[in-house]
């Protein structure tokens, strides 16, 4: 009972940091006022994170659904699962605090820089790695050619990704249709071996 107690008290501060960052921002939110809008005593926080930057960490992953098991991305279509991995956004449900939180974190970030490596590793260090081992699945697989260099091929996969959601959905304005399909067959037009989902299926029975 103590345990589930805990874990809810562990869940009540994080959800009520989470919608005070997104209000004030990480420098004017306070651990007295998380420990206020939480109920959870501050004594009980600091039981739980050493610091607030470490709570504001762990904030981070849970608004973008670092706490969610992410589907599998195995089939035997190696384009169709490219782009679902690239399409899939964890958590839609917290999508507005988290659209809420990002100005507040950029600024944060720019100030505090071993912050800012930290969230990098902790957010967008999984995405990065998930992506590596479907380019290592598809070279081993036969859907890639062997000998991609990864740095380039994640930045042409995530580069225009990033591109859109920075300096064009930030701006008000419309991001490109479809634009995970287009980025994945530009990738596969470089990169893949040309073979179909069929044939990649026989390809790889032969090889097993």
Known sequence: MARRRSAEAHQRVLEAAAELIASHGIDATSMDAIAEASGVSKATIYKHWPDKDALCLEVLGYVHGLDEEPPKFESWDFRADLIARLVYVPATQRKALKERIWPHLMAYS???HAFGQAWRERVMEPMRRALSA???RGER???????IDHETALAMLLGPLMYA???VRKQGRLGPKNLEQ????????????GL??????HHTKEKA
């Open 110 to 112: 720019a100030k505090n």
């Open 134 to 136: 479907m380019i290592e």
């Open 141 to 147: 697989t036969g859907a890639l050619k062997r000998g």
């Open 165 to 167: 959601h920075v300096f």
């Open 182 to 193: 287009t980025v994945v067959d530009g990738f596969l037009a470089l990169y893949g071996t």
């Open 196 to 201: 179909a989902p069929a044939n990649f299926r």
